[in-house]
């Protein structure tokens, strides 16, 4: 069964052609930026700036949508939580115990973009990088190998795991099970025949993933492992790398001078 | 010790942790540079302990086990030696392709070995050029593992060695998982690296005729030991004793066997391959001068494809595979055909062809993205898997996926548990499925500490627990010794003589040969010729085009066409044909 295991999309665009480091501090500066603003309008900016480099790359959009749209959930959540949990500013609506203020919509909406932005940031950059120069970029940027390994391991294989899940799903299916039917306990039952074997497979595969590792003279001890296809900083990278710090400044001068800070009291 | 001696290797023993029973028992053994060293035996012989005690993952990898005696390789002690001092000169290729490629491309895998060893990047460029050209995967180099076959993925597995330029290199099983052609292809590569490199080659394999086409020597194991050892002609020769431990010969040895004590043929070894076996059948025939007409043969009872009431059937269907994010691929294209009560069919092509595909949409696992199928003549787009699993059994391959209950018995009451069958007919059906799949007494033992023939008796048991008429089984040999094959085809054909229906995929054309009424050769994701086995089989140039292969015996008469009929199907045939023609 085709199950995709690449986040990367070919392509010639400006972004795809910067040098891995580049990109990574791109991501860098925006998680500072994120945490340095609160407003929804500022990191509403951010994001669409992000939107903007997918659109400019020519990324498909649904593709980015796929990888990313958990996010979308997750800030949802954010959401809905601080419109419940803050209590200061306006009430907007009440419903008896529960308040809702516009500064907790506010606070709430710029959490969500914080963490939105953020898995876009990093979906766009997966898309848009070769996962081993994105490797080479991280051990060029002296992140120890074995952290890198794992990163690359994980990118590599939750994918064929989604795959592995699919089967046993189907597996147990045929058995007659239907997990869509049924109480909570009886649901949680039937996970038990789907973790079951998902563990069993997963010992399985990482054992063999070992062994082939130790074959291949994989050693994390050793200091002088080499990169094949090291990329090169050109002008166009410290050219971007500049922009990015021009805009950090900016940044961090308008939330110094009180900007697009919300206060959390 | 001569300096050509680059395995050396004296009263090993080795026992894993946990355990009693000796996995290698007092191993003695020396492979020269350049040789080819084939390892046989059934499971559990210690084949892969074997090799893993020669690239040293034994005892550095695999821990906590008991190792006595020495090996030596290329002179390092593997006890003193580190592992990756070792893995810069042997490598390993393992069976399961998914779990040792660790490349996102075919470069990245190449290169991840001398990018361990530290080399420089022009040294790399090098290496990934010329490990690629050696398994003929020039120009692949951005290409991702899923697009390739399975056999490509073997071969990339076996480049991603080459470019540490071992000087041995040890493969476990490397073409389990592939169809005939694969296996081919893998084979071929060796070859190469054998005449062209004179590279050291072990190769654990199960398939005899390919081995006897390269290996120097064949080292027998059973029980730990090496029991038998010598060139192919000597060790193949030894047929009975082969298979009474559980390993096949090649065909035509196996017939080599049977015309032994015949007057005709008193050789004492026996041919190992088509071409010696036409040869040397082809001189006993023109010198006896058979018979004007060709042999026939009588199809034995019961081969006939069923003809009874339709159960399955498939109209114009189509499965397209769209993912998530937009791409398509077709995987079955206009898909017509019926299966009727009492057929035994073996359902057969290519990786990647779309056999279980094609399997999936008759149990509902899948839809049709057009056309539909029919089951008992009702359409199945108005039933939910589970109301199908009432009529249609479907075994996944590896029964790892499925397993999960403490007990034997537990795990097979799931399914009727799930129909809905009463307390006292489980208990009943538990009995009989058990009883049918020669696993009586197991009840209560935990299944995820039994062997793998069993565990995939036990998923068949499951599966024939929720009593449907027709069973569908994926891969139900592969990776399996020869003798828990053959037990496990038995137990399919004892279940179709009581009537079930039977679809099985493989890649085992001597199994099919044996076993199936009736063959679907798909071609990807379309049939590409569908009918009796004996019709099939007979049909070289089709099944060429879809990368199959008949047995080494239905080639072997195929050849010989003038005096033995061409449709033969096993060693049996070919002795009884052969005697018949001289006039025995």
Known sequence: ???????????QSFFHKLDPRAKLVWVFILLILSVT???????GIIFAAILLVAILSKLPLKRLWLFSKASIYFSIIAVILWSIFVRHGNILVEFGMLKLTDRGMLLGLGFGFRISLLMFAVVVVLMTTKQKDLITGLAMMKVPYPVVFILASGLRFIPAL?????????????RGLEFSKGGIIE??????????????RILKISTELSLAMDARAYDPAFKKRTFYGRPNLTGRDIMFIGVNIAFLVIGLVLSWMGYGVIPYL | MSSDVVIEIKDLSYTYRLTEKEALKDINLEVRRGEVVGIVGPTGAGKTTLCMTINGLIPHSITGGKLEGEVKVLGMNTKEHTLPEIARKVGMVFQDPESQIFGLTVLEDVVFLPENLGLPEEEIERRLKWALNAVRLNGYEERFPYQLSGGEKQRLAIASLLSGLPEILILDEPTSELDPIGKMEVFDVLERLKKEMKMTLIIVEHNTEQLSRICDRIVVLDKGQIVLAGNPKEVFSEVRFLQRIGVRPPQTAELGELLKNTEYFNEYDHPLTVKDAVQRLLRIFQKRRPKKARATISPSGGQKPGNGETVIEAENLWYIYESESGERKIALKNINLKIRRGDFIALIGHNGSGKTTLAKNFVGLLRPTKGKVLIYGEDASTMSVKDIARKIGYCFQNPDHQIFSKTVKEEIMFGPKNLGFSEDQIEQIVKKVLKIVGLEGYEDEDP???????RQKIAVASILAMNPEVLIVDEPTTGMDWKTSISMMRLLKNLNEMGHTIIFITHDMDIVAEYAKRIIVLKEGEILIDGPTREVFTKMDLLRKAFLLPPQITRVAYELDEYLPPDILTTKEAYEAIVQSLGG
């Open chain 2, 448 to 454: 995820f500490f039994l062997g793998k023939g069993e």
């Open chain 1, 162 to 174: 989604t795959g592995e899940i699919i089967t046993i799903r189907e597996a147990q299916e045929v």
């Open chain 1, 187 to 200: 649901r949680l039952k039937k996970f038990y025949a789907l973790g079951g074997p998902l563990i069993s």
């Open chain 1, 37 to 43: 603003f609160n407003h929804p309008l500022y990191l």
């Open chain 1, 1 to 11: 069964m085709p199950v995709s295991y690449d986040y990367y999309v070919k392509g």
